[in-house]
């Protein structure tokens, strides 16, 4: 079992650009969740998919957006990038929304210049 | 705002000596995790209590649940420099499906 993958594992950017994130579930999983984690920061809740749709979002705006693939695999992207969006971007899957027990992914390290 | 906080933010002990970390909110988990997370890697999830008053032991770890379940401890006993890293409480509230992670608590143990 692969567990949960994430790539790229680094990326830059240039401030205004944008980046497109992505993540394969654990086996058996068929939801993703993706959370932005500051340097010192516990992680930060940006929104969860299922069944293809966002189902919950927290307190990120619209710039950060997100898809899910049929194959429960999912994409975070990130438009008109800011200095402040550099991070660790996690993703975390579950075998379904109400499960408690969530996996993480080893992230991607997103640095903005 | 659900908050999570954990205390102490740093600890900094030699080998062999004890330890408590704290994770507290103002509001009532339906469950709680503990994860460590080691510099560059994603959180690693350690334990899930789920019940008020549980307590469920890991090894040298040892995790409770507050009977009202607004609270959580980890004890590490006779700590070994391979328990380094970041220590991340994570909520998950009544009515939501979506964690809360607490700010984290970085813990080195020194040989």
């Known amino acids: 079992d692969a567990g949960v993958t994430q790539s790229p594992t680094h990326l830059i950017k240039t401030r205004g650009q944008q980046v497109t994130l992505r993540c394969s579930p654990k086996?058996?999983?068929?939801?993703v969740s993706w959370y932005q984690q500051a340097l010192g920061q516990g992680p930060q809740f940006i929104f969860q998919y299922y069944e293809e749709e966002e189902r919950q979002r927290g307190n990120f705006p619209d710039r950060f957006s997100g898809h899910q693939f049929p194959n429960y695999s999912s994409e975070l992207n990130v438009n008109a990038l800011l200095l402040g969006d550099s991070a660790l971007y996690l993703c975390?899957?579950?075998?379904?929304?109400?499960?408690?027990?969530?996996?993480f992914g080893q992230g991607t390290r997103l640095t903005v210049v | 705002t659900q908050l999570l906080e954990q205390s102490p933010q740093f600890l900094s002990i030699q080998e062999g000596e004890n330890l408590t970390v704290y994770c507290n909110s103002s509001?009532?988990?339906?469950?709680l995790q503990w994860y460590r997370q080691e510099p560059g890697e994603g959180p690693v999830l350690l334990v899930t209590?789920?019940?008020?008053?549980e307590v469920k032991k890991l090894k040298r770890l040892t995790f409770q649940f507050g009977d009202a379940r607004k609270d959580s401890s980890l004890h590490i006993t006779a700590a070994q420099p391979g328990d380094t890293g970041l220590y991340l409480c994570a909520g998950l509230f009544s009515g939501t499906y979506k964690y809360i992670f607490g700010t984290g608590t970085r813990l080195k143990v020194l040989a």
């Open positions: 086996s058996g999983h068929d939801t």
């Open positions: 509001s009532v988990f339906s469950s």
């Open positions: 209590v789920v019940t008020g008053g």
């Open positions: 975390a899957s579950s075998y379904s929304p109400r499960d408690t027990e969530a996996f």
